[in-house]
Each structure stands twice: as structure tokens, then as C-alpha cells.
């Protein structure tokens, strides 16, 4: 991992993160909207590959930490009239926070377990979502307004809700979680990781606490979900209990299952991926569920590796 | 009403929920003990049972008997028609790995709902009950068929139970379960067995949904709830155990009744979701299970 | 000289059974110890209580003075209490160098310095003769590489107590000269505690032999005079060399 060349790894990333750069150029405006979303739910599913694909933990409640983030941001604006940039850190608190209180808990268990406590926990915190709808609007939603997602620096100013903003704003967020999780990755910390997942007895016997490295791994992987929803609290003005259901803790499995667990730019790929199959199959079905179920069968039962772990498995060994 | 009757009331409901509880559970945690896999599209089966019910209700007319026992009867074996081809097409290629299972059964969920949707329609569909005799109590009268749930459903748990620990069926079955490369050496063809409580799991589900419908209606999206519901009655029960998922349906049957009484069902689910997840944490072998694996 | 190891009254049962009951034991610091003993004797179990991978019945286990029987095994890893397994349980999907990176960089005093990460872990596939399969995924090289993968991510522990659990298991009789060669290298600078079946082995690297028995240690002693004793003679009737 560490011992491939690093300059081939950095030189790739960046040669991506530049591209996107340029396709804010050249987009339609419909597909430029759309890209800025992606990259948003890119880093989620980032979030998730960081504790799923190097880890080996199948948590089924990371919608809780993109809520997290997505209500910590939204409320603090709404409801206290923070400043975008206050509001984005307390949603990143506010991941940071939960996935700690949740990681002491559910890292209790092992395996099935720790997949149904985490879905129980996420629907704890989606009904609790629900229940006090005096302050989150219930499944209503709430909106944040324009006026409130502007960013001010003395006479300047950013407006979050203009299209180009938005979109340099999500590639921003998108590129500094990407870089950030490529040298975790490589770090000793990162080896550390996939240790744990390969085999977790033989990793204390070489002296590591596993316990402590899962939770610092649970943490992070939340806090990076929480800054996904923070950031599309903000970017797309909308915080709604949808996003805390099940199904948002679906997608990001699917997402990366689809791209390829335990690589860096995998989670990109599924999602931009599954967001093209949607956009082309809209024409014929409005059945996307029925799109996300066939995919997750057929990608557990015929493609495990997904795209780009399919890709480094066959041609591209040294992929991070 | 005063307090008493009150009481009995609710008990009465309570135990027409953990009559259809126990059922739908059993289901679950048969699957889950034998083939340690974690069926998510569980409740998605139940769904299945009542929208069958309805379909064959309305196209066989008559006396309201004849189509609810043509549905008692059809719906189930439709419904382990559709779980055994899952199981062969899909359970069984992944080699029961417990973590893709998951992850396909979920998959199964999200097809059999939206197929539902498309088919069958958002409506919630009422069935009517085969009979509607009323039990007349001092305080209140009492619907029949209610009483009738319960003690359908005691018979076929009865039934189970006796299938489980008096039979060859049974005793494989136990057998798969404590040891299935074992149970494999002694020629036991240990994927139909696990194709067989696929398919008997996803019916008792069936079964139970077809015995609610009449009081409850059929919608594409009433999975849900028995879902959440078999899983806290698992968890608590002990996985895998069958006593314990009896005795387990029937505490929180009751007590959903009666908390739904003192907090809004919202907040009721709040707190059963936290204190679930927290016995799973702390007490994995279920409140009543003893041996852990 | 105090001992580097001791335990005492160190039980352990498996519901009925006392896998290993009452043992009093200890270990002087360089020395190169052999447990024997028939299977089932107790011997695994006796390491992994030492190691920690699970825990006593009853009893304490004092290493270095400090006693560390409530302790978790990464912290024992940690006093330099290393254990190879008897079955081979390298990180297969990984490099060597990776498998071998992961103990490196726990005991790296420098701990930014990527120099001295592949100084370490080079050094260690070195001494076991791994070092031009560096890249290699651990899981294609060959049994008796692996055993040997297994032996450098136990030293580059840099341990003061080396646990081999049957290290010579399926290796051919030219790997274990090698092999024996490479124990007495690593004695230098370590107490080393091996488990081991081939009688030929314990007899050229062992200080004292430990013999256990039904879980209890049934003598004690020189290779001399273990290989004198009567009643080691009964207990391992028909194995003895």
C-alpha cells in the first residue's frame, strides 16, 4: 500500500479533482446541478467507505451522521441564526459527537450485530427527528433561506445558492475529504485499519487495541458524513427527515459496493454511476427502488468487487 | 368504562397483536436460527400475505368464508412459492454468507415494495372478516374473529413446536442448525433444508398477514412494522430460540398496547427501538436465552 | 536474578475440564525454554493465558515484576510479550512488507521517519531470509515462507518474551536447520519460550524443558535429565525420540 509510488497515486487524484474543475466550464446547466449534488452525496459515501471498505464495519445507519450534520447545520442556522461557517461546524460537532456515543455502543458487538444496531440507533434518531417536529418541521422539512446562505467576508461575499458557488463550494469539500481519505489510507493508521478488517485477533496480538482504532475510525468516517450533510444543508437549502431514513443508509452501501469498497475513488464512481442509471431509466420507470434492489442483488451476487476494485484486482494494482 | 374492563381490554388487543407478533417472528427467527441469515425482506413477505388475500377475496366473491380460506390457503403457498425462488436464486449463490445476505435481502425488499406499489396500488384495501359474530361481555361486546386470531395463531405455534421437536423434519432441521457441515456428512441435504425454512418462514409471515387483514386493511407499505416489531421480539427473545420468541411476542404485544396508551406511538417507538438496541449491546444472547454462540 | 516470567497457581477450565490447573512456573530472562508435552497436555492453552488471548480461571501471571494478569493482550504485546501462532495467520491479502510494517511501526521510537520504517521491517524479512519477497502477498508465498513471515512480525515486536507455538509444523527437515539457527539468533536478545513436538529441536536449543501433563507440569529440567526421567518416559510413551 504505503510502498507504491506515491506521485503515480497523488498525480491521479489531482488529475480528477481537476477534471470535475473544468466540467464546472463546460456542463449544461441541468447536469452541473446535478454533478454539485453528486459530489456533496460523494463525500457521504466516502464517509461510509472509510469504516465499511477499510474497516469491514457494515454499518446500517450512517444516514444518522449525514442527519447529524445535516440537522446540526440546519437548525443552528434556522433556529439560532448562525453564520454558514458556524453552522457548518456544528454540524460537524454534531456528527462528531454521535458517532462517538454510538461507536462506544455498537462496537460491542460484531458482525450481524453491529449491522442491526446501527440500523436501530438510525431509526431511533429518524423517529426522534420526527417527534420533535416543533423544531425540525417533522417529515415536512424545513428550508433554509437564501438570505441565510450567504457567506460574508467584510465587503465580499459568497451567495451559496449560486450555481457556480455552489458548485467550486461541493468540489471544494469533495476534494479535501478525497485527499484526506488517500493519505489516511496510505498512513500507518490506515494499514493499521486494514489489519483489523483482514484480521482482528491477529492485530492485538501484534499489539494493537483494536477497540480504540475502530472507534477512531467510526468517528472520522461519521464526522466525514456529517460534513456531507452539513454542506448539503447548506449548498441545497433543504434539511428533511427523508435523509435520516433507512434508505439514506442504504444508498451509501449501495453507492460504494457499486464503485468499489476499500478504494478512494470508488465512492465517486458508484455514485456518479447510480445517478446516471437513475437519470437514463427515468424515462422508462419511476420505480428507482426497484433500480436500487436490483442493483444491490446482483452487485452481492455477481460483481462483490465492485468497479474500480474489479478494475485493480484485473489490470491497476497499485490503485489506492 | 372503568379500570377493569378497561384493562381487559387492552389485554384483549394485546393479545390479538402478539397472536400475528409471534407468528410473523417465528418466521424470522426460524430463518435466522437455522440459516443464520438475517431475512430484512421478512416484512416484506407479510406485506406480500395480505395483498395476496385481498386479491383473492375480491376475485373469489361468495360468502366471505369461502374466499378468506381459499386466501388462508393460497396466499402462504404463493408466498413460499416466491421465497423458495429467492432462496435458490440468490441466498444460496452467496453461500449464506451472513453480511451479503443482508445486504440482498434488502435488495428483495426494495423490489417486492416497489413491485406492490406498481401492482397493487398506493389504496389501502380493506378484507372482510369470514365471520362477524360478536362476543357479548358484560361491559362491552368483543369481535369474534379476534378471539379466533388467537387462537388460530396458538394452534399453528402449537403445531410448530410439535413439528420441531416430534418429527424427522424437526429433529433435521435442529440438527442443520447446531451443526450443518455435520448434518451434511450424514447426508443430509442441507440445502433443501435451507430452501424448505426459507420458504416456511417467509409463510408464516403470509399466515399471519393473511389473519390480520380483515381487522387491519392491505397496503404496500404495512411491512414496515412487523419488521421492526419481529426483529425487537427476536432480539429480546433470544435469536434462534422458539420459547423465548413466544414468550417475548407476547410482552411486547401487550405492552405495546398498553404503552401506546400513556405516550404518543411515535415516542413509544423511540424508547422500544433504544432499549432493543441497547440489549443488543449488552445482553446479545436476549433477555430469556442463555447459551450464546 | 529475579525471573522475567512467573505465574502461580495459574488454572484454567473449559466447563468441566482443567485444561491447565495450578501451575507454578518461571522463566529466567535469556533463557530458551521448550514446553513439551503429549496433545491436549495444555501446552497451547498455558501460552495463550500468558499471551493473553484468553482468560485465567484463577491464578496470577507476574512478568518483569509488574503483574499482568487483568492486562489486554495489546498491552502485553505492548511489555514485549510476543506470540507466533501454530497456525499460520499472516494477513494474507497483505505484502510481506506490510505484515511485517505492522509490528515495525508499533515499536518505532522514531515515529515519523519512513527511513526507519523500511529499515525495520527490511532488517526483520532480512533475518529470515524473506527480504527479495518483500511484495509479495503473504498468501501466495509458501508454507514454510509464511511460518518464517510469521517468525519476523514476532520479532520485529523487538520482544523481551518470544512465544513460538510449534514453529518447525510442516517444515521440511532442511528449513528446520535454518530454522534452529534463526531461534538461536533471536536468543541473544530475547527469552524465548517454544513450544515444540520435534524432540530433535528441543533438544539442540533447549536451555530447560518444561514437560506438561494433563494440564499440570509433570517435571522440570536439563534435556539431560528430562530425557532421563522415568516418569516422562511413561507419559510419552512411544513418542519419545
Known amino acids: 500500500m504505503s510502498e507504491a509510488s506515491p506521485a503515480k497515486a497523488y498525480g491521479l487524484h489531482l488529475g480528477v479533482i481537476a477534471l470535475l474543475f473544468v466540467l464546472s466550464f463546460l456542463l449544461p446547466e441541468y447536469y452541473h446541478g446535478l454533478l454539485a449534488r453528486i459530489m456533496v452525496l460523494a463525500v457521504f459515501a466516502m464517509g461510509y467507505n472509510m469504516l465499511f471498505g477499510y474497516v469491514g464495519l457494515l454499518s446500517l445507519g450512517h444516514a444518522m451522521f449525514f442527519g447529524a450534520g445535516l440537522y446540526g447545520a440546519g437548525l443552528a442556522i434556522i433556529q439560532l441564526g448562525w453564520s454558514v461557517p458556524a453552522a457548518f461546524a456544528a454540524g460537524l460537532c454534531c456528527g462528531a459527537v454521535l458517532s462517538l456515543v454510538i461507536g462506544l455502543l455498537a462496537l460491542r458487538t460484531t458482525g450481524v450485530a453491529f449491522m442491526i444496531v446501527t440500523m436501530m440507533f438510525a431509526q431511533v434518531f429518524y423517529l426522534a427527528i420526527l417527534y420533535f417536529a416543533a423544531w425540525t418541521g417533522g417529515d415536512q422539512g424545513m428550508v433554509v433561506p437564501q438570505p441565510a446562505r450567504v457567506l460574508a467576508f467584510g465587503a465580499t461575499s459568497l451567495d451559496l445558492t449560486d450555481p457556480t458557488v455552489r458548485y467550486m463550494a461541493a468540489l471544494g469539500l469533495f476534494s479535501l475529504v478525497l485527499l484526506m481519505t488517500l493519505a489516511i489510507v496510505r498512513s500507518r493508521y490506515g494499514r493499521v485499519l486494514v489489519a483489523v478488517r483482514e484480521n482482528e485477533e491477529r492485530t492485538k496480538m501484534l499489539g494493537y487495541d483494536t477497540f480504540s482504532n475502530k472507534l477512531a475510525a467510526v468517528v472520522v468516517s461519521g464526522t466525514i458524513c456529517a460534513a456531507s450533510g452539513a454542506a448539503y444543508a447548506l449548498l441545497f437549502g433543504y434539511v428533511g427527515s427523508s435523509f435520516a431514513s433507512v434508505q439514506y443508509s442504504i444508498l451509501p452501501l449501495l453507492w460504494v459496493l457499486l464503485g468499489g469498497a476499500a478504494t478512494t475513488l470508488g465512492p465517486l464512481i458508484g455514485t456518479l454511476f447510480m445517478y446516471y442509471v437513475i437519470d437514463v431509466t427515468s424515462g422508462y420507470t419511476s420505480a428507482y427502488l426497484l433500480i436500487v434492489g436490483i442493483a444491490l442483488i446482483l452487485l452481492v451476487l455477481f460483481f462483490p468487487k465492485g468497479i474500480l476494485g474489479t478494475i485493480r484486482q484485473r489490470w491497476l494494482g497499485w490503485l489506492p | 368504562m372503568h379500570f377493569g374492563p378497561h384493562l381487559l381490554l387492552a389485554t384483549l388487543e394485546g393479545l390479538v397483536t402478539s397472536a400475528v407478533l409471534a407468528l410473523t417472528a417465528l418466521g424470522l427467527s426460524l430463518v435466522f436460527g437455522v440459516m443464520r441469515v438475517v431475512n430484512v425482506a421478512h416484512g416484506e413477505f407479510f406485506m406480500l400475505g395480505a395483498v395476496l388475500a385481498w386479491a383473492i377475496t375480491s376475485a373469489i366473491g361468495g360468502h366471505p368464508a369461502l374466499g378468506f380460506l381459499a386466501a388462508l390457503v393460497i396466499a402462504p403457498l404463493i408466498v413460499g412459492a416466491i421465497a423458495l425462488v429467492a432462496e435458490r436464486l440468490v441466498l444460496r449463490r452467496l453461500d449464506y454468507n451472513p453480511e451479503a445476505t443482508i445486504v440482498a435481502t434488502i435488495g428483495m425488499l426494495y423490489i417486492i415494495q416497489q413491485l406492490a406499489l406498481t401492482f397493487y396500488g398506493p389504496e389501502a384495501r380493506p378484507v372482510e372478516p369470514p365471520f362477524s359474530y360478536r362476543i357479548v361481555l358484560p361491559w362491552f361486546g368483543y369481535s369474534g374473529y379476534k378471539l379466533s386470531i388467537i387462537a388460530a395463531s396458538a394452534l399453528l405455534l402449537i403445531a410448530t413446536w410439535l413439528v420441531l421437536t416430534r418429527t424427522r423434519i424437526g429433529l433435521i432441521m435442529r440438527a442443520t442448525q447446531y451443526d450443518s457441515e455435520t448434518t451434511q456428512a450424514f447426508g443430509i441435504p442441507v440445502g433443501r433444508v435451507y430452501g424448505g425454512v426459507f420458504a416456511l418462514g417467509a409463510m408464516l409471515a403470509a399466515i399471519a398477514a393473511v389473519l390480520i387483514v380483515p381487522i387491519s386493511q392491505a397496503h404496500y407499505l404495512m411491512g414496515q412494522d412487523p419488521l421492526l416489531l419481529s426483529f425487537i421480539v427476536i432480539i429480546i427473545g433470544g435469536l434462534g430460540s422458539l420459547r423465548g420468541t413466544v414468550v417475548a411476542a407476547v410482552l411486547i404485544g401487550l405492552s405495546d398496547g398498553i404503552v401506546s396508551m400513556f405516550f404518543s406511538p411515535t415516542l413509544a417507538k423511540i424508547i422500544a427501538t433504544l432499549l432493543v438496541a441497547m440489549v443488543l449491546v449488552f445482553r446479545p444472547q436476549g433477555l430469556f436465552g442463555t447459551a450464546s454462540r | ?241
Open chain 3, 1 to 241: 536474578m529475579m525471573p522475567l516470567l512467573t505465574t502461580k497457581g495459574l488454572s484454567r477450565s473449559f466447563g468441566g475440564l482443567r485444561a491447565v490447573d495450578n501451575v507454578d512456573f518461571a522463566l529466567m530472562r535469556g533463557e530458551i525454554r521448550a514446553v513439551i508435552g503429549p496433545n491436549g497436555a495444555g501446552k497451547t492453552t498455558f501460552v495463550s493465558l500468558i499471551s493473553g488471548r484468553i482468560q485465567p480461571t484463577s491464578g496470577a501471571i507476574v512478568f518483569d515484576g509488574a503483574d499482568i494478569t487483568g492486562l489486554p493482550t495489546y498491552a502485553r504485546v505492548r511489555l514485549g510479550i510476543a506470540y507466533t501462532f501454530q497456525i499460520t495467520s499472516v494477513f494474507a491479502n497483505l505484502s510481506a512488507y506490510d505484515n511485517v510494517a505492522l509490528p515495525v511501526q508499533l515499536t518505532l521510537s522514531d515515529r515519523r521517519s519512513k527511513g526507519a520504517l523500511r529499515a525495520g521491517v527490511m532488517s526483520a524479512l532480512e533475518r529470515t531470509g524473506l527480504a527479495d519477497r518483500a511484495h509479495i502477498p503473504a498468501g501466495q508465498l509458501s508454507y514454510g515462507h509464511q511460518r518464517l513471515l510469521e517468525v519476523a512480525m514476532g520479532l520485529a515486536l523487538e520482544p523481551r518474551l518470544l512465544i513460538l507455538d510449534e514453529p518447525t509444523q510442516g517444515l521440511a527437515d532442511s528449513e528446520i536447520d535454518n530454522f534452529v539457527e534463526l531461534v538461536r539468533d533471536i536468543a541473544r536478545n530475547a527469552t524465548v519460550l517454544l513450544i515444540e513436538h520435534n524432540m530433535p529441536v528441543v533438544m539442540q536449543l533447549a536451555d530447560r524443558i518444561t514437560v506438561f501433563n494433563a494440564g499440570r507440569i509433570l517435571a522440570e529440567g536439563t534435556p539431560e535429565a528430562i530425557r532421563d526421567n522415568a516418569a516422562v518416559q511413561d507419559a510419552y510413551l512411544g513418542t519419545a525420540p
